[in-house]
T-cell receptor, first 107, second 115 residues
Framework: QKEVEQNSGPLSVPEGAIASLNCTYS??????FFWYRQYSGKSPELIMF????GDKEDGRFTAQLNKASQYVSLLIRDSQPSDSATYLC???????FGPGTRLSVLP | DTEVTQTPKHLVMGMTNKKSLKCEQH?????MYWYKQKAKKPPELMFV???????INESVPSRFSPECPNSSLLNLHLHALQPEDSALYLC??????????????FGPGTRLTVT
């Protein structure tokens, strides 16, 4: 069974710090990796996608992919209270979701 | 434009009712999805349509019946639901379902309550 795992959290970081969210997956053939942010009561919002090994940066967000180790991570620099949400990792063309990590940024 | 729309936003229905959820996208995407999400859980895939044909049915009970009238529209027909079916129903779309480079975008969801 294809699985995606994330620490459920909550992960608490102070405002202005770097938040690091991790995701591991079991299907070695996966080629597409996505990070979604979901606020309570809202739908998931795509914030990053990455297809190649290495880093991809977009504003305060950096996605890191290591296919050999089967993990993908999301770094949020200069964390803001508005970043407090659940972050969902999705893997592969069938968009298998991990359980999500709840992030709390403390002012 | 990465907008997927869903109607209604909220729906309350009895166990004997028949209702439909609607989803629409105008991004030219050829794949559309229905997910169910319970509180504090990730989205759970129900159905996938690719080029208006049902591609994946994740063993969903027959009281949920999907329909894809055209490439922009996706419906979910509901009949004889149970209280445990109360959840957030999410529609999503992507350019395709195979290969790399197909990001998936979600609509705002329909909050369904079965009484």
């Amino acid at each position: 069974q294809k699985e995606v795992e994330q620490n459920s959290g909550p992960l608490s970081v102070p405002e202005g710090a770097i938040a690091s969210l991790n995701c591991t997956y079991s299907d070695r053939g996966s080629q597409s990796f996505f990070w979604y942010r979901q606020y309570s009561g809202k739908s998931p919002e795509l914030i990053m996608f990455i297809y190649s090994n290495g880093d991809k940066e977009d504003g305060r967000f950096t996605a890191q992919l290591n296919k050999a180790s089967q993990y993908v991570s999301l770094l949020i620099r200069d964390s803001q209270p508005s970043d407090s949400a659940t972050y969902l990792c999705a893997v592969g063309q069938n968009f298998v979701f991990g359980p999500g990590t709840r992030l709390s940024v403390l002012p | 434009d990465t907008e997927v729309t869903q109607t209604p936003k909220h729906l309350v229905m009895g166990m004997t009712n028949k209702k439909s959820l609607k989803c629409e996208q105008h991004m030219g995407h050829r794949a559309m999805y229905w997910y169910k999400q319970k509180a504090k859980k990730p989205p759970e895939l129900m159905f996938v349509y690719s080029y208006e044909k049902l591609s994946i049915n994740e063993s969903v009970p027959s009281r949920f019946s999907p329909e894809c009238p055209n490439s922009s529209l996706l419906n979910l027909h509901l009949h004889a639901l149970q209280p445990e079916d109360s959840a957030l129903y999410l529609c999503a779309s992507s350019q395709g379902i195979t290969g790399v480079g197909y990001e998936q975008y979600f609509g705002p969801g329909t909050r369904l309550t079965v009484t």
